[in-house]
């Protein structure tokens, strides 16, 4: 059976009459074809643009105004009620403030899946969600009811597959989920917004961290850490060959951007203690890669499921592979990832999320500690 077919789970919209549904419309494609889907179905929801950003900075909003346009044009045509919810402070005080937490401590964050529980599901929940049986949003993912249990499952593209990135959120904002561009393709959703002749069907999609837009990274963690220079040592042969000016600006695997010569120097470890960075010489060093690592603080995603399988595929970062692996349960309540072939770059404070062996169900995610 043809892949876009065995998962593809198509929404009951008869089911949805008497919801109340709201949907996050950020002026994207994406949401654009939500708000599409659901008035095609009859259905008219309340549309919310959530203005995030870090700390006061306004003009570091990622394109809020073009995007607020976008988003008026959407809701008008399909009749639909829009309303501002600013999460400002939100996003800085909780996402922010994580990512820049984690980053000094030599760890890998993922803002991205921390917006999903803090702010999307999170803070406009808190201001505005809890009068409404549903949130929608334009992720490519699926829920479904499996022996009575709502499960968070794949996209059919594998490529624009969001469950990594909803792998944290809680258990009752799961509930309350729904991704009703979910059973789409990529490719489908640009159709969708030409035919409909929709004012964004052919605005890029965002890249990178959403209220940054076009500012480097780097140069957001350097307005919040500064910088701290240290050495950067050769791991097998002690040697040092250089320097680095914070330990924040680089990641584990990292290859690019470390102004090192005689390349390719791969990033493999980072002692934070002694300010000190570790590489790798050459194309594909052994020491760039892991088949075993530790997860704690699981969040599982389903209300009812407390434990792995034996058998599991996983991901570490947006690629659409999943690697297939064994899990064993610690005592102490973490996991023991041991994966069947080799992974590169694997950090701590990423974010390991766990699939089926089918990777058909997402049953979450933890973070991973070496």
């Known amino acids: 059976m043809p892949f876009f077919l065995y998962f593809c789970t198509m929404i009951d919209y008869s089911a949805l009459k008497d919801k109340r549904i709201a949907v996050l419309l950020s002026g994207g494609v994406d949401s654009s074809v939500v708000v599409w889907e659901m008035a095609s179905h009859g259905l008219h929801p309340d549309c919310f643009y959530i203005k995030i950003g870090p700390e006061e900075k306004e003009s570091w909003d990622c394109n809020s105004e073009e995007d607020m346009e976008m988003a008026t044009a959407v809701a008008r045509r399909f009749d639909c009620r829009l309303q501002v919810v600013d999460c400002h402070h939100e996003y800085w005080s909780q996402v922010t403030r994580y990512t820049m937490e984690k980053v000094k401590a030599g760890f890998t964050p993922n803002p991205d899946v921390m917006c999903n529980r803090l ?116 791991l097998e042969t002690g040697k040092k060959i250089g320097e680095h000016k914070g330990l924040w600006f680089h990641t584990i695997g990292q290859r690019k951007g470390l102004g090192l010569g005689g390349g390719p120097w791969f990033v493999v470890k980072k002692d934070v203690a002694h300010n000190i960075l570790y590489v790798s010489h050459g194309y594909d060093p052994e020491t760039a890669y892991k088949k075993e690592f530790l997860i704690h603080d699981f969040d599982f995603l389903t209300e009812g499921i407390s434990t792995l399988p034996e058998r599991v595929t996983f991901k570490i970062r947006h690629t659409p592979e999943y690697h297939p692996a064994t899990v064993e349960t610690l005592d102490d309540g973490r996991y023991r990832v041991l994966s069947d072939e080799k992974i590169h770059g694997v950090a701590p404070g990423q974010f390991c999320v766990i699939y089926d062996a089918e990777h058909h169900k997402c049953f979450g995610s933890g973070e991973i500690t070496l």
Not at 163 to 168: I, S, V
Not at 219 to 224: A, N, S
């Open 119 to 234: 702010i999307k599901f999170g803070a406009f929940d808190e201001k505005m969600g809890h009068d409404y049986d549903l949130i929608a949003t334009g992720h490519y993912a699926q829920t479904e009811i499996i022996d009575g249990r709502k499960w968070l499952t794949t996209s059919p593209d594998p490529v624009k597959d969001q469950t990594d990135f909803l792998a944290q959120i809680y258990q009752w904002q799961l509930k309350k989920a729904l991704f009703p561009i979910g059973h789409f393709v990529k490719g489908q959703v640009r159709e969708i917004a030409e035919r409909e002749h929709l004012i964004n069907a052919h605005r890029k999609d965002s890249q990178g961290i959403c209220f940054l837009g076009n500012i480097d990274y780097n140069e957001y963690v350097r307005r919040y850490l500064g910088e701290q220079r240290g050495d950067v040592i050769e």
